[in-house]
């Protein structure tokens, strides 16, 4: 297991630093945006921003020729493609041999993209429930070469997805601007949360990995999102830089494990239980602010 968070993990910059990682890869048509429009836009919003994503593609959605040619421009872009399992499905840390396959199943359809990595994201961020599971998860992970690409900044952008696209198909002229301010603040909020709870770990900020999914709400508010950050002092950094950080190699000795590496590192410290919920995010939490502001 890795050592404990110390002071000792290296860190030039002083301002807490971001990379985008966007999940799933569905790219169903949704109200306002076509599967391809919705990548056209998050593609636009990082090429303005000159930075470099991680894109972690369940296999599952890999099925035709508009995924190819996302995937392709991607690649092209030099935006990492990443392993995020072929089913998508929940590890609750029994049998993790069936995980390890289902990764090997969704590798053939990303690996002849010049940008894929031996990167492997665990969907719902869900490591094990036991420390069997786990720690026979982290050692067939190793066998294959594979790195986990951790979240440290969780979000639940899906759950604000979820309610814009319900609202606008039983009403397609529902103004759009509250949805994204709401999607803004609570970004903001969850990040300053999670750089904080490492400020308090490390002694400094860290480079972070953000979890978005290729989503609605991503395609129209991750351009704000990243203006958002830039504005208030963050640095936008490449997903590569992030992931190669020696923070990313930790492995938290925690039981269930996953959720937010910050989160997991926390936990493991046994200082911040009053402030760590589980899971760390879920719509429950999200569900009484929408309902509040009408949304």
Not at 242 to 270: C, R, T, Y
Not at 271 to 287: M, N
Request: aromatic fraction near 10%; charged fraction near 25%; charge should be neutral.
């Amino acid at each position: 297991m890795a050592a404990p968070p110390s002071r000792g993990v290296a860190r030039a910059r002083r301002a807490p630093a971001i990379a985008v990682t966007i999940d799933d890869f569905d790219l169903s048509d949704t109200p306002l945006m076509s599967g391809e429009e919705r990548d056209a836009a998050i593609r636009a919003a990082l090429n303005r921003h000159k930075i470099k994503a991680g894109g972690f593609v369940a296999g599952k959605y890999v099925n035709d020729s508009l995924s190819k040619r996302v995937l392709s421009a991607w690649s092209s872009a030099d935006h990492i493609i990443g392993n995020h399992s072929f089913s998508h499905s929940y590890f609750s840390g029994n049998n993790p041999d069936a995980l390890m396959a289902d990764i090997m199943m969704c590798e053939p359809l990303l690996s002849e993209y010049p940008s894929f990595r031996r990167l492997f994201r665990f969907p719902y961020l869900a490591e094990g429930k036991s420390r069997e599971g786990r720690d026979r998860m982290r050692m067939l992970l190793k066998q294959r070469e594979y790195a986990n690409a951790h979240v440290t900044i969780d979000t639940s952008d899906w759950y604000i997805d979820n309610r814009l696209k319900a609202r606008l198909k039983a009403d397609p002229s529902v103004p759009i601007a509250p949805y994204k301010r709401f999607y803004l603040d609570h970004i903001w909020e969850r990040a300053n949360f999670y750089d904080g709870v490492a400020q308090s770990l490390f002694g400094h900020s860290i480079d972070h990995t953000i979890l978005l999914h290729h989503r609605l709400a991503t395609g129209l508010f991750l351009d704000d999102m990243l203006s958002m950050f830039r504005a208030r002092g963050w640095q936008l950094i490449d997903a590569k830089t992030a992931f190669a950080s020696s923070v990313f190699a930790m492995e938290p000795d925690v039981v269930p494990a996953g959720q937010s590496l910050i989160w997991s590192l926390a936990k493991a410290d046994g200082r911040f239980d009053k402030l760590l919920r589980y899971p760390g995010e879920d719509g429950d939490y999200e569900a009484p602010k929408m309902d509040a502001a009408n949304l």
